[in-house]
């Protein structure tokens, strides 16, 4: 069955960076399009950028366009998410998500949180 | 790039029908047909329960529909069940290639 994990999270002070892990399992990594996806401490969801499957193209919400950065590696299964000069309101569990027919996450993992804080 | 708008909370006894709505503009859940619904027990991975405004992927309960009109799109559950309570969010593809969540409603079953 289709497994994601996602790892790196921690605390880091603001302005300072980070980069997560998404470990992708029971599927072929390398066809599907992966998306990450936030959500900070009693708030709703925030779609945060996605990669297509080749890496070819990426999408970036405003809030995060020129601090993150995502990646693949798909001899490694594996998806990340480079997250520089973080700020307080980037504090969230973040989920990575595999993307379905261009417009969906039908699977998601259970997400690594990231405290930005002094 | 702002949120769709849902109510913050919606609440249905055992066995009625609750909806949600979801609104958003003509540049997201108006323009398009791709909106979708999970359904997000805190602590756990969201679940993927509605996609294409009203179409069930395979597994999910056909208690569980969908539907649009104009910018507003809704998520009803028939039946209610006490494994229904949970967070509830859409979402939308957009006209800038970003893809927008609603701010999520939380469903309680009395």
């Known amino acids: 069955q289709v497994q994601l994990v996602e790892s790196g999270g921690g605390v880091v002070q603001p302005g300072g960076s980070l980069r997560l892990s998404c470990a992708a399992s029971?599927?072929?990594?390398?066809?599907?399009?992966m998306h990450w996806v936030r959500q900070a401490p009693g708030k709703g969801l925030e779609w945060v950028t996605f990669?297509?499957?080749?890496?070819?193209?990426?999408y970036y919400a405003d809030s995060v366009k020129g601090r993150f950065t995502i990646s693949r590696d798909n001899s490694k299964n594996t998806l990340y998410l480079q997250m520089n000069s973080l700020r307080v309101e980037d504090t969230a569990v973040y989920y990575c998500?595999?993307?379905?027919?261009?417009?969906?996450?039908?699977?998601w993992g259970q997400g690594t949180l990231v405290t930005v804080s002094s | 790039q702002s949120a769709l708008t849902q109510p913050a909370s919606v609440s249905g006894s055992p066995g009625q029908s609750i909806t949600i709505s979801c609104t958003g503009t003509s540049s997201d859940v108006g323009g398009y047909n791709s909106v979708s619904w999970y359904q997000h027990h805190p602590g756990k991975a969201p679940k993927f329960m509605i996609y294409?405004?009203?179409k069930r992927p395979s597994g999910v309960s056909n208690r569980f529909s969908g539907s649009k009109s104009g910018n507003t799109a809704s998520l009803t559950i028939s039946g209610l069940q006490a494994e229904d309570e949970a967070d509830y969010y859409c979402s939308s593809y957009t006209s800038s290639n970003t893809w927008v969540f609603g701010g999520g409603t939380k469903l309680t079953v009395l």
């Open positions: 029971g599927f072929t990594f390398s066809n599907y399009g």
């Open positions: 998500a595999k993307g379905w027919s261009d417009y969906y996450s039908d699977q």
């Open positions: 294409d405004v009203s």
């Open positions: 990669i297509r499957n080749d890496g070819s193209n990426k």
